[in-house]
């Protein structure tokens, strides 16, 4: 039989590629994100490609119990998700107290809570068949304070400890976990996170979604669990642990505070 993927935020950068990985090695997929017209034209386009199954669930996850819809909807259809990648998520730029209080709420619901009700709802199953993969996409941001993107880079820093401490919990089971930490990548995020005033995607080097993608399942396949695309963010993230706690907040500021106009 088949194995399905479910992959969140499917419907452009990092999870759009992810599908078409998952679809290329011929996985059925189950596809979740808010753009219906995007997922449709994904379903299509991969179904013109490859001999799969493709289901699509148009659904808003940064709204409260959204995961328990999404869980209720695919054991009504009968579908046993044998990978989950958690990839959907929210950011914002400014300060946080001039921060709209709404975004911030959105943001948590997305980036921490849907994100491990998700993983709590489908990992019972994968446990009695003594197989699954799990992929929390976090970032390199999760290893760092992050002023001006406070909330942000503490969600992350959340799926990276909470992606780290089940990896352990699982050993032996026959089921992983693998947290993808990359550091600002060419999506619609910059956009969707007002990042167009920010030094971070011009002081910095911009990824590639479709490699980034390709890394991060070449890695979950192995089992890896933590994945940093790129060999100067790999340099950063020992950086962080070796250099005073002060310095790296006053440096993540310096990089992301407003360009000059």
């Not at 969707?192 to 990824?207: E, H």
Request: charged letters at 25%; aromatic letters at 10%.
């Amino acid at each position: 039989m088949r194995k399905t993927a479910l992959i969140t935020g499917a419907s452009g950068g990092i999870g759009y590629e992810f599908a078409y990985l998952f679809a290329r090695d011929g996985y059925n997929l189950v596809l979740i994100a808010r753009s219906q017209d995007k997922l449709n034209k994904l379903k299509q386009d991969l179904q013109n490609q490859f001999d799969i199954e493709i289901i699509n669930i148009t659904k808003d996850l940064s709204l409260p119990n959204s995961a328990q819809e999404v869980f209720d909807e695919i054991q009504r259809a009968n579908i046993n998700i044998d990978v989950l990648v958690n990839n959907a998520g929210l950011g914002d730029f400014g300060e946080f107290e001039k921060s709209d209080i709404f975004k911030i709420d959105a943001m948590i619901e997305l980036n921490i809570n849907t994100l491990t009700k998700l993983t709590r709802l489908f990992l019972p199953k994968m446990l009695l068949q003594k197989s699954g993969k799990i992929l929390n996409v976090s970032s390199l941001g999760g290893f760092q304070p992050g002023p001006l993107m406070a909330v942000y880079y503490a969600s992350k820093a959340y799926v990276l400890s909470f992606s780290e401490a089940i990896s352990r919990e699982l050993k032996g089971t026959g089921v992983s976990v693998t947290a993808l930490c990359p550091g600002p990548t060419k999506t619609n995020f910059a956009q969707s996170a007002n990042l167009g005033m920010s030094g971070l995607f011009v002081n910095l080097q911009i990824a590639d979604a479709k490699k980034v993608a390709e890394f991060g399942y070449k890695k979950m396949e192995k089992g890896k669990v933590i994945a940093v695309p790129g060999f100067y963010n790999k340099i950063a993230t020992i950086g962080v642990k070796l250099l005073p706690r002060k310095f790296i907040r006053n440096m993540v500021y310096r990089i992301q505070k407003e360009r000059d106009k």
